[in-house]
């Protein structure tokens, strides 16, 4: 079946511009996470989502990132007034639940603020 | 806090021998999860094997085995019979609670003919 998808692949934009990223998981894969992945460095979480429960945004660096879930299927992580400082590529990733059920990750999207 | 350590920047191996990757890792929860990723120059994540920390034996999977060593805090991952399409970046990673993964900062495999 199909794997996690993100769109765009790629993203330049300008410091300041607000930027919304995409990812559509697995389907019937109950749990949403969204992590950032700074080169050369491992990945960092930002924020969870798990059916209709509340997310859990502790990962969230500053106000400026947000992210919903719609229908418990796709999610939208948007960043607000871009710094360079958050040029990253961030990855989505989709479990089925549980405590150890593995996480599939999609490709990434790469930002690069300019 | 849990935190994962991998002290292994970089790692060459020859073609068709078995290589460790190194992990230790440091949590006071006596119930957790350790996973091991593989991450070509693609980019994308892909899981290669868990070992839960109330497992018994060491988790294998096809060419990849976990050496989990409980008391040592330790869970390397050993690679057998290493092929050219192994050349990535792997990062062990730890359950944190029951949400998310904590990731160390990844070693980069390089396997030569």
């Known amino acids: 079946g199909a794997g996690v998808s993100q769109s765009p692949s790629n993203k330049v934009t300008e410091k300041g511009k607000d930027v919304e990223l995409r990812c559509d998981p697995i389907s019937g894969h109950t749990a949403l996470y969204w992590y950032r992945q700074s080169l050369g460095q491992g990945l960092e979480f930002l924020i969870y989502f798990q059916g209709n429960s509340a997310p859990d945004k502790s990962g969230l660096p500053s106000d400026r990132f947000s992210a919903e879930r719609t229908g418990g299927s796709v999610s939208t992580l948007t960043i607000q007034r871009t710094q360079q400082e958050d040029s990253a590529v961030y990855l989505c990733a989709s479990s089925s639940g549980g405590v150890f059920y593995e996480q599939y990750f999609g490709p990434g999207t790469r930002l690069t603020v300019t | ?113």
């Open chain 2, 1 to 113: 806090a849990q935190k994962i350590t991998q002290t292994q920047p970089g790692m060459f191996v020859q073609e068709k021998e078995a290589v460790t990757l190194d992990c230790t890792y440091d949590t006071s929860d006596q119930s957790y999860g350790l996973f091991w990723y593989k991450q070509p120059s693609s980019g994308e994540m892909i899981f290669l094997i868990y070992q839960g920390s109330y497992d018994e034996q060491n988790a294998t999977e096809g060419r990849y085995s976990l050496n989990f060593q409980k008391a040592r805090k330790s869970a390397n991952l050993v690679i057998s019979a290493s092929q050219l399409g192994d050349s990535a970046m792997y990062f062990c990673a730890m359950r944190e609670g029951r949400v998310k993964l904590i990731f160390g900062t990844g070693t980069r495999l390089q396997v030569f003919p």
